[in-house]
């Protein structure tokens, strides 16, 4: 099932290709991969209001969650409704949409109506827009209310979610659909599983000096998210002078080392940007990436297709971690213990095994390595 019932006019693809051409200039934020899909899904104002919001300063990878989320709502409302979203949502539309994604298995099985439609799922599916069965996590749903709230007003308009009717659905919902948390990555990518990884990429191929570099920037910046891995580009480098392999020997070898801008981050404020620091092995890592790659600005990791031909797309989120995936699959370790996540907390359990104090939570940990005195500290070193 596809969410064009009908057979595209050509007035209707000028269109699409309009919406398409309009969001490269959000290339640098939104995944240029999607660029299509979101042109089909979202409308032109649609378009407008997410080049209004980076215009506006808004962080990159809020940007990308909004973008993703815009997509899902609009296609939703087409399926379930057969109309665009409307601007703003009443609340009849609030309460179908948590309907259709907070529901009770064990009703389903005696009453197919309840929950999502089949008919709904299945264009949904067919988009690629829905993958997991059974009910959606309650914190998804949560995130896509909220986005949905925070372009209704970016509009200038007012909506019902703080309708004591949507909370108390909502309420209701995750009570009757309860869902096991589950912990994003069973386990840490510490010191010695990076070796193995590192040792599958050893080689001097494209693929191996991206993965080599990715790796060693994802965990030695302090375990980053696998969206800020994806979003980093050429520009966010600075070149730094090099430091003493040990900062209280003067008389030691010297390393190379960068800063990096992340921009701002789940960690930062509104008004803040955060910097991490390389040392070392993974600043060798990422400049011969680069340098090989004759990459000079824009992404600065990128597919590479099977020709060894690379893209001017950068990685999205998802193929970080499908890397990762399959150097532990290399490496003979269960691909499915571990994930992306896996490096931010490992950094955190690899810090702790060297005793070098940080903070339990990985939020007041990035806070710590951002502000620290970076370059002279034991937390810029667990791989150099």
Known sequence: MRLLKSAPTASSDEARVARAEALDALDAILPFDRRDQLAAL?????????????????????????????????????????????????????????????????????????????????????????????????????R????????????GLTGEFSAPSLKTALRLAVRAAPRQRRRKSKKA????????????????????LRDRALLLTAFASGGRRRSEVAGLRVEDLIDEEPVNQNPADKDSPFLPCLTINLGRTKTTTADDDAHVVLIGRPV????????????????????????????????????????????????????????????????????ANRGVSLHKSVTQAASYYNNAERKSGRAARLVV
């Open 42 to 142: 979202l409308t032109d104002e649609d378009v407008a209001t997410l080049k209004h919001l980076a215009n506006q300063g808004m962080g990159d990878n809020t940007l990308r969650a909004l973008a993703s989320d815009f997509g899902y709502l609009e296609a939703w409302c087409q399926l379930a409704t057969g109309s665009p979203l409307p601007w703003p949502a009443p609340e009849a539309l609030l309460l179908k949409f948590v309907a259709h994604h907070l529901w009770d298995p064990v009703e389903r099985a005696d009453n197919p109506d309840h929950g999502m439609p089949v008919e709904v799922e299945a264009g949904l599916r067919a988009e690629g827009l829905l993958r997991a069965d059974g009910p959606h996590a309650p914190d998804t749903v949560r």
């Open 144 to 155: 896509r209310l909220t986005s949905w709230s925070i372009l209704t007003r970016w509009r």
């Open 189 to 208: 990518v510490t010191g010695d599983v990076l070796t193995k990884l590192l040792s599958t990429c050893a080689g001097d191929r494209l693929v191996d």
């Open 284 to 351: 060798t890592a990422l400049k011969l990436w680069l340098e090989t790659a004759k990459i000079e600005s824009g992404p600065l990791f990128r597919r590479i297709d099977q020709w060894g031909n690379i893209d001017r797309r950068a990685l999205t989120p998802q193929s970080v971690n499908l890397i990762l995936k399959t150097r532990c699959k290399r490496a003979g370790l269960d691909s499915g213990a571990f994930s992306a996540h896996g490096l931010r907390s490992g950094y955190l359990t690899e810090a």
